[in-house]
């Protein structure tokens, strides 16, 4: 009868040398072991390395924010300190007119320095009147009244209720006007 060979005892040669194999095979998984462990700190080393420089980052970028909101409050808290001095040297007039007595010619004529003292500060501050000499646009006015008559053009402003203003291409005020046809 033929026995199965995983059936058969091992002769004590053939222990040996399977007990060889083994420890050469353990050697060599120690080496692996070694090599893992060896890739293993490196990569963590990497990780470590890729933190730090995430949270400096993120630090920067935080610290960025805050002084980018810091200036840009100084920045508003500096126009607006520069339009107040444009305007308070004109409420003073006003104020001067005010208190005055004086005949009616008189008080006329410092109300138009004053108005051209206002329109000079406006000026400086680069902000200037809306014209309604080239008709309706909705971009700059707003109509706020339609009126019906052949002797206007079509889209002509007959009236200015409110003057508007702009700086530069920024409307600061829409004209309120009354539009023909």
Request: glycine share 4%; charged share 40%.
């Amino acid at each position: 009868m033929e026995r199965d060979e995983s059936l058969k005892e091992e002769t004590p040669i053939e222990a040996e040398v399977k007990e060889d194999e083994e420890f050469e095979n353990i050697s060599l998984e120690e080496d692996e072991i070694t090599l893992l462990q060896n890739e293993n700190l490196k990569l963590n080393n990497e990780i470590e390395a890729l933190k730090e420089r995430l949270l400096r980052t993120t630090a920067e970028y935080e610290n960025y924010r805050k002084r980018t909101a810091k200036e840009k409050e100084g920045i508003y808290s500096d126009a607006c300190e520069d339009v107040l001095k444009e305007m308070l040297p004109v409420l003073d007039n006003l104020e001067r007119a005010m208190s005055v007595e004086g005949e009616l010619e008189d008080l006329k004529k410092g109300i138009d320095m004053t108005l051209k003292q206002f329109k000079d500060s406006f000026n400086k501050l680069g902000i200037e009147e809306i014209s309604t000499e080239n008709g309706f646009d909705p971009k700059l006015h707003e109509a706020v009244m339609h009126v019906q008559d052949e002797s206007f053009g079509p889209n002509q402003v007959v009236e200015i209720f409110l003057k508007g203003y702009k700086r530069g291409d920024k409307v600061i005020r829409y004209s309120m006007v009354k539009v023909a046809n």
